[in-house]
């Protein structure tokens, strides 16, 4: 990958760096927020340490996989950050729709391909020297997923190897273009212009699914999408409820 080709093929204006390995993109621009003076996207070719929410790990395969972040600043404060993973997720899956491989959302970050996750997001912030917020917004892409790297992961999970053939640079620049123009809007708007796309999206729509916070159920209900502000409606015996993100996971019930 070419950091010059892939900011030539983009028309984000975002400037662009490729290394060719690290162990977090996400920890190395959360370690250069505070002298960014603009966005920055930084790709790794191979990422050693991925990371997933509440210190989970992300795995992948040097080659086989797209994993990078992109550094924005917002002007305001980290409660217009709220709902922002879910916009990501809908600015990846409408790229990828466009580039034919059709996934899913599930809430509340991850992207789901015939059921399995194809790609992991993580969003965390970092404290500008002046007002505002760097959110860096981290991306997990499986391209290809080798039999070894399943085993390892424990967990079916899918790839795209279709995409795989597609130059990786242009590739990159697709998503970083879907990126920067929800990022645009999104300043403007918040989360409500994409609740109803992130819906279309929905991977659960009406399907009973359980709400687990380290293994122990906290609610189970029937999937009935997201609000405005990005939380999951749950429709249970005691009937509506909407769940904040936090860090609690989804699944569906067997
Ligand atoms: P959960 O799926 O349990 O609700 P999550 O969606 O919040 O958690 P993240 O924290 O975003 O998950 O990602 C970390 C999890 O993703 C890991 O615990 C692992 O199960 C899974 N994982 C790790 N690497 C990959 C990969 N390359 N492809 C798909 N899934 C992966």
């Known amino acids: 990958m070419n950091a010059a080709s892939i900011a030539a093929l983009s028309t984000s204006g975002v400037q662009v760096e490729v290394v060719p390995e690290t162990g977090s993109t996400n920890v190395d621009l ?3 927020a505070g002298a960014l003076a603009q966005p920055l996207l930084l790709v790794a070719e ?3 340490a991925g990371r997933g929410r509440a210190g989970r790990s992300w795995l992948s395969a040097p080659g086989h996989s797209l994993t990078f972040s992109l550094a924005w ?8 950050l709220s709902g922002l993973p879910l916009a990501v997720g809908v600015a990846l899956a409408e790229t990828l729709g466009r580039l034919g491989v059709q996934v899913r959302l599930k809430w509340p970050n991850d992207l789901l391909k015939d059921g399995d996750k194809l790609a992991g ?3 965390e912030t970092a404290a500008a020297p002046g007002p505002g917020i ?3 917004i981290g991306v997990g892409l499986n391209l290809v997923m080798p039999d070894e790297l399943e085993r390892e992961i424990g967990r079916a999970v899918s790839a795209v190897p279709w995409l795989a053939r597609m130059d990786r640079d242009e590739l990159i620049a697709a998503l970083l273009d879907g990126l920067a123009a929800m990022l645009r809007q999104f300043e403007r708007t918040g989360f409500s212009a994409f609740a109803a796309r992130w819906n279309l999206l929905h991977a659960y729509q009406g399907d009973t699914v359980r709400i687990l916070d380290r293994g122990a159920v906290l609610h189970e209900g029937v999937a009935a999408g997201v609000d405005d502000t990005g939380r999951l409606l749950l429709d249970t015996s005691e009937g509506r409820i909407a769940i904040a ?3 609690v996971s989804l699944r569906l019930k067997e």
């Open 73 to 80: 600043k917002f002007e305001s404060g980290p409660q217009a």
């Open 121 to 123: 997001i993580l969003i």
């Open 46 to 48: 191979n990422q050693t």
């Open 134 to 136: 760097w959110a860096v």
């Open 30 to 32: 959360l370690a250069r």
């Open 245 to 247: 993100a936090g860090d």
